[in-house]
């Protein structure tokens, strides 16, 4: 046995994709279909850089929790194996979903920024000058061959309103990828802190830009 991780299909591929999946799979120790042990919980820690250089805001800011396609609005860790699949590792999960997680960094990243006046989610009535609402596009690990490190790629499109008149104030598309070290969990999940904590950095410090409100 070797300690590469096996990959989970949705049902309705699984009959469709299982010659392939079998071909795939770097562990002949672990199945890919029926039910499994307790899924083993992982938990990001984006390693956040240094804001030092972004202007202080003195207005206050709400972030909305982000939207997701159905694929990634899941606790499940999901993988790319092809450009027209979605599929998961098998028995391992997030410790929250994918968009809640991405709110809780984005929420840290301003915070720990000390740049801001105020910042908190949107549903915590805030009188806020600024909303940030974000709609999260990749969340994955992706694999170009088999038996190889994959690449995490996230993808986040940002807009950002004036809570007055709702209005668009400015838009960002943030996209980062970092490869694995390894064909593993452990290695997969570090790279996610990576690409992570890159894309908050950007969103934090390109929001930091935005002009007192009017």
């Not at 599929?87 to 301003?110: K, M, T």
């Amino acid at each position: 046995m070797n300690d590469a991780p096996s990959f989970a299909l949705p049902p309705d591929r699984r009959g469709f994709l299982l010659w392939s999946a079998a071909a795939f799979l770097l562990s002949g120790c672990s199945g890919i279909i029926g039910p499994g042990p307790a899924p083993q919980l992982y938990v990001l820690h984006p390693a956040l850089g240094s804001v030092s250089g972004a202007k202080d805001a003195t207005w206050q800011l709400a972030v909305a929790q982000p939207s997701a396609p159905e694929s990634l609005d899941t606790e499940r860790i999901a993988l790319e194996l092809t450009p027209e699949t979605m599929e998961y590792y098998a028995n391992s999960a997030w410790q929250d979903r994918a968009p809640v997680i991405v709110q809780r960094a984005l929420l840290e990243g301003f915070e720990n920024s000390g740049k801001i006046a105020a910042v908190a989610r949107d549903t915590q009535g805030i009188r806020a000058d600024y909303l940030l609402q974000t709609d999260l596009r990749s969340f994955e690990a992706r694999y170009k061959a088999p038996d190889t490190a994959p690449d995490v790629v996230i993808d986040i499109a940002v807009k950002l309103l004036r809570t007055s008149d709702r209005n668009i104030v400015a838009a960002l598309q943030s996209r980062h990828t970092a490869p694995a070290a390894a064909n593993s969990l452990p290695a997969v999940v570090a790279a996610f802190d990576t690409a992570l904590g890159g894309a908050v950095d950007e969103i934090v410090i390109w929001t930091l830009k935005a002009p007192p409100p009017m």
